[in-house]
C-alpha cells in the first residue's frame, strides 16, 4: 500500500515537473513595462500634415521601386485643385543633363469624397547605385526631392533594410517614422507590411485621411522607396455605402511594378533589390489552389536564383505564426497552403504585420502533418524561415497585449511595445536583425538576431520536409 502511494506521488511530481518544463521551453516573453493608453490620430492641424505652399503644389510625394531589378522608381504625387504637370524633372547627381519622363493622372471617388489628382511616373534605366535628384510640379509650386538607386544586383551586396507595419497616423506613428528616420543603421528601403493609413475607422472610411497619411510619411517615402503590401485596411470593401471594390483607394494610390514579375495583381509581386529577392503576397486575396496568387507565387519561386540574390524575403499582411490572443490563427489557412513551399525554397525570412506587437520566431515548420499522422506540431526544421511580426507601427488602434500561455516553443520573444525593424544584409552568408522599440533611445536593440543565408550557410541536416 506505502509502495503504491509512493508511486502515485512520484508519478505527481512527475507530472509538475513536465508542466514546469513545457513552460520553461518556450522563448521570452518580455517584461518590459509601458505605458498602456490609447494613442490618438495627430490632429488635422499637425505639422506632419502640413499642405506644401503653393498654388496647386505635389503633395503626398512617395517612390516605390518601378522595375523588377532596381534600375526603375515610381514617382507617385498628388496635386490638389487641378492636373498639372504628369512630368517628372530628374538628373543624376554629378550630371547636368536633365531627364524629363511623363506619367500618368488618375482620380477616384469614394462615397462623398473625390480624390486629388493622383500622378503615378515610372522612370526606367537609371544607373546602378548613383542619387538622383528630382523634380515635380510646375511653375512657382515645383518641389525638388532625391533618392539613391540600389547596387546592381549581386551575391554579396550589402543592403539595409527598414521595417514598419500597421503604421497608422497617431503621435505613436510618428515617433515610429521619427525613430526609423534616426537609428544610425541607416535603411536604405522600406519594407512595409501592410495597413497603412486606417482611413477606415472614420465614418464613410473618410479619404481625406488617405491624404493626411501620405502628406505624413512624405518625409521618408519621397527619399527611399517603401516596398507596400496590402492589409485588411486597405481593403476599404463597403457595398452598403456604394463602395463594391475591394482595395479602390490602395491601388489608385500606390502603384507598384507587378508586371515586370508576370503577376496580373499589384496585390502580389515580387522584386529583386541588392543581394535580396522579396515576394509580396495578398493575405486578403483568394490564394487556395489555382487561385491567381497560387499560380503566380509557384512560378515564381523556382526562378529565385539563389547564387544571384542569396536572401529570398516574403511580405504579408497576417502572420503564419503569432502567439498572440488578437488575430489568433489568422494566418492559418495561409500557413496550411504555403509553408510547404517557403521550406522548400528555404525561405530566409517572412515578415508580417497585422499583430500589433512584436513576435520572433525559431526556425520551425509544422508541415509533416497529413491527413491520419497527427504529426500537427512546429518543430526546429533548418530550412524553415525566421517568421517575424511587425505590426507595430503605432496605430490607433492601439497595442495587442494579451498573449497565449504558455508561450509556445516555437516563439523565441515577443513583446507588447511600438517600434521598427532593421534587416542588415552584410553578404551572401550572413544577415543582422534587430527590433528598436519607441521608448528607447535611437540605437537601442530591444531584440536582435542574426540570421544564416538558407541557402548558403545553414547546417546540412535534413528538413522535416524529407517526411512527408
Ligand atoms: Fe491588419
New binding site residues.
Partial sequence: MFSKWVSIGFLYLLLVLLSFGELCNGGITSNYVRRNDLSADMPLDSDVFRVPPGYNAPQQVHITQGDHEGRGVIISWITPDEPGSNTVVYWAENSTLKNHTDGIVLTYKYFSYTSGFIHHCTIKNLEFDTKYYYEVGIGSSTRQFWFTTPPKVGPDVPYTFGLIG?LGQTFDSNRTVTHYELNPTKGQALLYV??LSYADAYPFHDNTRWDTWGRFIERNAAYQPWIWTA???EIDFVPEIGEPKPFKPYTHRFFVPYRASESTSPLWYSIKRASAYIIVMSSYSAFGKYSPQYKWFTKELPKVNRTETPWLIVLV??PLYSSYVH?YMEGETMRVMYEPWFVEYKVDVVFA???HAYERSERVSNIAYNIVNGLCTPIYDPSAPVYITI?DGGNQEGLVTEMTQPQPRYSAYREASFGHGIFDIMNRTHAYFSWHRNQDGFSVEADNLWLHNRYWKYSKEPSVAALR
Fill in positions: 500597421d501592410g495597413d492589409g485588411n485596411h499582411h497576417a488575430h504585420g497585422h499583430v505590426g
